[in-house]
């Protein structure tokens, strides 16, 4: 007799980092694009960063198969309210009964009442296609938010977790500084980082300037607030650590942010604006990766960054509507 289907969900990848730290990879499109961190301590646990509503299933067996009981989750910290960062928090707070979530304040409304949020991203992406890559938004009951000002700390379990204030990539952004680790939970902020494009002399990274918050001047201002700590590793939501010569990396990011707002300024009156964009940033990506020797074919390399261009286009021409190329 043919077996019966498991309706168990499938565990998702993760990868076990020095510290107390799991990275998970919430499969968002294909595998190690984007990730979340589950953080351990004194056996209390928290997620910085939620993945979308269509991993929580997912996250909640691999707390299962770990022997961790729900009640143990005291955190939920989505870095920003963006689907890939935020979209199962509400799912997750549903089933983590002891859990607090997180916010920052720009952001905290929308995942109280996540309506404007759906609504945002259907109009973008159209039903069909949100509810593939998406799923759903499920509310947080507002009792259970706490505000994340700049500066605000959390006592997690005698591990301090301290939250900045990071705009430049979106107004509603915080990132966490983990004393222990010596390291940030950066979502955004610190840029995209593909596994797949690393060399011997380290991490390729690039700026994602995804609608709709882009303003380069305060990105900057951010890097080096969060050079000022002296990290010596970073945790990207897209994708995993990267450690090493992280002043070198923030430098490249910089650079990365004003080349960005350089190639939208310069093609800001040539049509169609926001496909040549792309082109140009694509373009502008694969110079750099030759320069460094990157041994990875190019039609791989092409394929993995086609589609952050297409997005950092978009958010560039949403900057270029707001600020009149100014």
């Known amino acids: 007799m043919p077996q019966a289907r498991s309706s168990r969900p499938s565990l998702p990848a993760t990868q076990e980092l020095d510290f107390g730290i799991t990275c998970v990879d919430t499969h968002l ?3 190690r694009l984007a990730a979340c961190y589950l953080l351990e301590a004194g056996g209390e646990y928290a997620f910085i960063d939620t993945g979308t509503h269509l991993i929580a299933p997912a996250m909640l067996a691999m707390l299962a ?3 961790i009981a729900r009640e143990q989750v005291r955190y939920v910290m989505p870095t920003h309210v963006h689907l890939d960062h935020a979209g199962a928090s509400g799912a997750l707070m549903q089933a983590l009964p ?3 979530l997180v916010a920052h304040p720009r952001g905290a409304r929308h995942l109280i009442d996540p309506a404007r949020l759906k609504a945002g991203a259907m109009a973008v992406y159209g039903e069909s296609e949100f509810q593939r ?6 509310p947080v009951d507002e009792q259970r938010v706490i505000l994340a000002e700049d500066g605000f700390r959390v006592d997690f379990n ?5 939250f900045l204030d990071t705009p430049g990539h979106a107004r509603h952004h915080y990132c966490v500084w983990d004393a222990t680790s010596r390291g940030f939970f950066t979502g955004d902020t610190f840029g995209i980082s593909y596994r797949e494009l690393d060399q011997e002399e380290g991490a390729f990274i690039i700026p994602t300037t995804s609608p709709v918050q882009f303003d380069p001047a305060a990105w900057q201002q951010t890097l080096e607030r969060l050079m000022s ?3 010596e590793r970073m945790y990207l939501t897209h994708f995993g650590q990267v450690s090493g010569d992280i002043a070198s990396l923030a430098a490249d990011l910089g650079a990365g942010i004003e080349k960005h707002a350089e190639l939208a ?14 082109s140009a940033l694509l373009d502008w990506m694969l110079a750099k ?3 460094r020797g990157c041994a990875l074919e190019l039609g791989e390399q092409r394929e993995l960054l086609r589609f952050d261009a297409k997005i950092n286009a978009q958010g560039l021409e949403v900057w270029l509507e707001r600020t009149g190329g100014a």
């Open 265 to 278: 300024l310069a093609l800001q009156d040539v049509e169609p604006r926001e496909d040549r964009i792309a």
């Open 289 to 291: 990766l030759a320069e």
């Open 158 to 162: 005698g591990r301090e977790l301290l």
């Open 98 to 100: 002891e859990a607090t």
């Open 65 to 67: 198969d770990r022997g």
């Open 133 to 138: 890559v998406f799923g759903d938004l499920l």
């Open 229 to 231: 700590f002296a990290p």
């Open 29 to 31: 499109y294909r595998p």
